[in-house]
């Protein structure tokens, strides 16, 4: 049984371009939760979606970012426009349902050049 | 709001000590779930455990255990016999039942453990 699988690991983009972030979930795992961790910094709650539906977005930025969870195919966290400030890694988690833990992913790890 | 307040932000041990890294949370829910991740160098994020808000019962898995202490709002995590391999940043997490269930971390207590 895979695990979360996130993708591509390590991104770099220079200021103004498109970040694009996958994650496609465990199997059988239908609740995704993006998280951002910036330097020396612990994680940050963005938002939690489940399939065609945006549950929780307090933690995503006003701006430029927003995310996705398709009926077919892995959940989207996408960043237009990047700044200096967005270089972070960027967390995946999945859990199957209500009251259970979350797993993650390995995280991609943004550059901003 | 909640809030999670892991105090030591780095432990330096030798190996085959016992550590322990402490967590404080907030929180205004009567149920609410408490969480210890560990994040090696590689960086990815491991999931060790998940403790229910009624379940005050400490927790022992090898050489791990925890100790949940509700009239303190602790959840600290002991490593027994320290070995290099549990270098690592430790992250403590609550989550809240019901609602969107996001996890508020606390900012990680970095463990080197040296031979």
């Known amino acids: 049984n895979a695990g979360v699988m996130q993708n591509p690991r390590h991104l770099v983009r220079r200021r103004g371009q498109e970040a694009r972030l996958r994650c496609s979930p465990m199997?059988?795992?239908?609740?995704v939760y993006w998280y951002r961790q910036l330097p020396e910094e612990g994680l940050k709650f963005m938002v939690y979606?489940?399939?065609?539906?945006?549950?929780?977005e307090s933690g995503m930025p006003k701006e430029r970012f927003s995310a996705e969870f398709p009926k077919e195919g892995p959940s989207i966290l996408r960043i237009q426009q990047v700044v200096r400030g967005d270089s972070a890694a960027y967390f995946c988690?999945?859990?199957?349902?209500?009251?259970?833990?979350?797993?993650f992913g390995p995280g991609t790890r943004l550059t901003v050049l | 709001a909640q809030k999670v307040t892991q105090a030591q932000t780095e432990i330096s041990v030798v190996e085959k000590e016992d550590v322990t890294l402490d967590c404080v949370y907030e929180t205004r829910d009567t149920t609410y779930y408490l969480f210890w991740y560990k994040q090696p160098p590689s960086g990815e994020l491991v999931f060790l455990i998940r403790r229910n808000s009624f379940d005050e019962q400490n927790e022992i898995s090898g050489r791990y255990s925890w100790n949940f202490q509700k009239s303190t709002s602790s959840f600290n995590f002991t490593i027994t016999a320290s070995q290099v391999v549990d270098s690592a940043v430790y992250f403590c997490a609550l989550s809240h039942q019901g609602g969107s269930e996001k996890l508020v971390f606390g900012k990680g207590t970095k463990l080197t453990v040296n031979p």
């Open positions: 199997k059988g795992h239908s609740h």
């Open positions: 979606l489940q399939k065609e539906n945006i549950i929780d």
């Open positions: 988690a999945s859990s199957p349902g209500n009251y259970n833990e979350q797993f």
